[in-house]
C-alpha cells in the first residue's frame, strides 16, 4: 500500500489555498474597479463577511481532518530492545510507544533538560528530530520524528510571489492613502503621490515587525520565508503581513527571541512615524459638550503626543491625524493587537516561553475569551478581530526544548514588552491629565 499518496494530495491540497487566497484578495479589487463609488462600503462589509466565511470553512476542514486521523491511530508499544538506547540514558522510561513512525517516550528525566537535550540531539540527529516536551502525568516526554517528515521545510522559496503580493500592497495602501486625503486615483491618476506617506510608512512598519521575525529566525538557524503581504482594497489597504516557520525553534529561547523582535522592530518604526507626522496634524477645537480625547485614549499616545506637540495638547483636545500619523498610530494599534498573549500571536509565543506550556496556555484561554466578552460587550469594533483571533490564533509547533527555561533577562524583557502593550491599550487616567500639564508646562 502507497502511503505517500494520501501526503502528497494533502501536500497539494495545502499549496492550493495560497493562490485561493491571492484570487480571493485580487477579486475585490478588480470589481471595486468597476462598480459605482456609492456603492464601496456595502461591497467592502460584503467582502468582509466573505474572507470571514473561508477562513471559518477552512478552520472547519482543519478541525475535521485532525479527527478523522485520531479517529485511526496506529500506536503500539515499544519493547526494551526497540527503545532507542540514548532515551533509556536520559529518562527513567514508564511509557514506550510509537505512533504513525513517531517514537514517543514518557518519565523522567535523570539530569538537567539542557543536558539531555544536547545528548539526545547528538546521538539521532542522523535519523530523527528530537522533542523535550512537558508531560502532565510523567513528568517529561521525548519525541523522535524521522526525518522523512521535515520534508515541507525543504520546499523552495518563490520570491516572484512575495514581491507580488508586495507591489499589491503597495498600490492598495497607497489607494485607501489618497482616498483618505480626499483624492480619487482613478480620477487623476498622477495625483497617486498623494497616497504615499501613509502607503510607505505603513508598509515600512509592516515590513520591519517582520523582518525583525526573520533575522531572529535566521540567528537561530530556522527554516523561514520573507514576508507575504495581504493586499485589500478597502479599509486599510492591507490586512498586514506574516512570515511562515518552516521549522521549530530549539528551545525556549529562540521562541521568546523570535515572538519579541518583531513587536520591537516595528515599534522603532511606529513611533518615530508617529511623532513626526503628529507635527504635521491638525488640532481641531471640540464641539460643545464632547467629553475626553483622542490622547487620552492611550497611555503611550498621551505622552508621545506631548512630547510631539507640546502645549497644544489640551483636555478634550481632538487632532485630524496627517497621513503618517494615522499608519504610526496603526503602528502602534497593530503591535499591541499582536502582542495579546493568545495562541500564534507575538504575545502568545512569549507568553509560552516566558511561563511554560500550562501556564502559557492557561494565560492565552483567559485573553481569548477575555478579547471576544470585550468585543460583544464593550466594543463592537473588535469583533472582526476577536473572530480571526479565535479562528486562527491557535496553539502553533512548540520548541524542540520545551522544558529549558529562558533566561532572567529575557523574562524581564518579556515583562517590559508586556508593559508595552498594556501602555498601547489602557487609556491614560484622566486625574493624571492636569497634573502632567503642570508639571510640563508649568512656566
Known amino acids: 500500500m502507497n502511503h505517500d499518496k494520501p501526503r502528497r494530495e494533502e501536500e497539494e491540497q495545502s499549496s492550493f489555498f495560497p493562490w485561493l487566497l491571492i484570487v480571493a484578495l485580487l477579486l475585490p479589487l478588480i470589481v471595486m474597479l468597476l462598480i459605482p463609488a456609492?456603492?464601496?462600503?456595502?461591497?467592502?462589509?460584503?467582502?468582509?463577511?466573505?474572507?470571514?466565511?473561508?477562513?471559518?470553512?477552512?478552520?472547519?476542514?482543519?478541525?475535521?481532518?485532525?479527527?478523522?486521523?485520531?479517529?485511526?491511530?496506529?500506536?503500539?508499544?515499544?519493547?526494551?530492545?526497540?527503545?532507542?538506547?540514548?532515551?533509556?540514558?536520559?529518562?527513567?522510561?514508564?511509557?514506550?510507544?510509537?505512533?504513525?513512525?513517531?517514537?514517543?517516550?514518557?518519565?523522567?528525566?535523570?539530569?538537567?533538560?539542557?543536558?539531555?537535550?544536547?545528548?539526545?540531539?547528538?546521538?539521532?540527529?542522523?535519523?530523527?528530530?528530537?522533542?523535550?516536551?512537558?508531560?502532565?502525568?510523567?513528568?517529561?516526554?521525548?519525541?523522535?520524528?524521522?526525518?522523512?517528515?521535515?520534508?515541507?521545510?525543504?520546499?523552495?522559496?518563490?520570491?516572484?510571489?512575495?514581491?507580488?503580493?508586495?507591489?499589491?500592497?503597495?498600490?492598495?495602501?497607497?489607494?485607501?492613502?489618497?482616498?483618505?486625503?480626499?483624492?480619487?486615483?482613478?480620477?487623476?491618476?498622477?495625483?497617486?503621490?498623494?497616497?504615499?506617506?501613509?502607503?510607505?510608512?505603513?508598509?515600512?512598519?509592516?515590513?520591519?515587525?517582520?523582518?525583525?521575525?526573520?533575522f531572529a529566525a535566521k540567528r537561530h538557524g530556522m527554516k523561514v520565508t520573507p514576508p507575504y503581504f495581504i493586499p485589500v482594497p478597502f479599509a486599510l489597504g492591507t490586512f498586514g503581513a506574516f512570515i511562515q516557520m518552516r521549522s521549530p525553534p530549539e528551545h525556549r529561547k529562540a521562541l521568546f527571541d523570535v515572538a519579541v523582535a518583531g513587536p520591537l522592530a516595528g515599534l522603532v518604526i511606529a513611533i518615530p512615524a508617529l511623532l513626526a507626522g503628529l507635527r504635521t496634524s491638525e488640532a481641531v477645537a471640540a464641539p460643545d459638550g464632547f467629553i475626553g480625547s483622542f490622547f487620552t485614549s492611550s497611555f503611550l499616545l498621551t505622552l508621545l503626543a506631548k512630547f510631539s506637540l507640546g502645549d497644544i495638547v489640551q483636555d478634550n483636545t481632538l487632532l485630524r491625524l496627517s497621513p503618517m500619523a494615522f499608519a504610526g498610530w496603526l503602528g502602534l494599534l497593530i503591535t499591541a493587537l499582536n502582542l495579546l498573549p493568545i495562541g500564534q500571536l507575538d504575545g502568545g509565543h512569549t507568553a509560552r516561553a516566558m511561563f511554560g506550556h500550562r501556564t502559557g496556555t492557561l494565560i492565552s484561554t483567559i485573553a481569548m475569551w477575555t478579547l471576544l466578552l470585550l468585543a460583544i460587550f464593550v466594543w463592537p469594533a473588535l469583533m472582526i478581530w476577536a473572530l480571526i483571533v479565535f479562528i486562527i490564533a491557535r496553539r502553533g509547533t512548540p520548541p524542540l526544548n520545551d522544558l529549558t527555561p529562558v533566561s532572567p533577562g529575557r523574562r524581564l524583557l518579556g515583562f517590559v514588552t508586556f508593559g508595552i502593550l498594556a501602555m498601547i491599550l489602557l487609556p491614560f487616567p484622566h486625574g493624571l491629565w492636569q497634573t502632567l500639564q503642570n508639571a510640563l508646562f508649568a512656566n
Do not use: C
Not at 47 to 57: H, P, Q, R
Not at 80 to 104: F, H, K, N, W
Not at 138 to 151: C, F, N, Q, V
Not at 155 to 165: F, G, N, T, V
Open 38 to 214: 456609492g456603492l464601496y462600503v456595502a461591497f467592502g462589509l460584503w467582502v468582509a463577511m466573505l474572507i470571514i466565511a473561508v477562513a471559518f470553512w477552512l478552520f472547519l476542514k482543519g478541525q475535521a481532518a485532525t479527527v478523522a486521523a485520531l479517529e485511526e491511530p496506529e500506536v503500539r508499544m515499544l519493547y526494551p530492545e526497540e527503545q532507542t538506547e540514548v532515551v533509556r540514558d536520559i529518562m527513567r522510561v514508564r511509557l514506550a510507544t510509537e505512533e504513525a513512525g513517531v517514537q514517543i517516550y514518557r518519565g523522567h528525566l535523570l539530569e538537567d533538560p539542557a543536558r539531555a537535550y544536547e545528548k539526545l540531539k547528538t546521538a539521532v540527529a542522523d535519523r530523527f528530530i528530537p522533542l523535550l516536551q512537558q508531560d502532565e502525568r510523567l513528568g517529561a516526554s521525548i519525541l523522535l520524528m524521522p526525518r522523512a517528515l521535515e520534508d515541507a521545510a525543504d520546499r523552495p522559496i518563490r520570491m516572484w510571489k512575495h514581491w507580488l503580493l508586495f507591489a499589491l500592497t503597495l498600490g492598495t495602501t497607497t489607494w485607501v492613502g489618497a482616498a483618505y486625503q480626499g483624492v480619487n486615483v482613478l480620477e487623476s491618476p498622477l495625483a497617486f503621490t498623494a497616497g504615499l506617506p501613509y502607503s510607505l510608512a505603513l508598509i515600512t512598519i509592516l515590513g520591519v515587525h517582520e523582518m525583525g521575525h526573520y
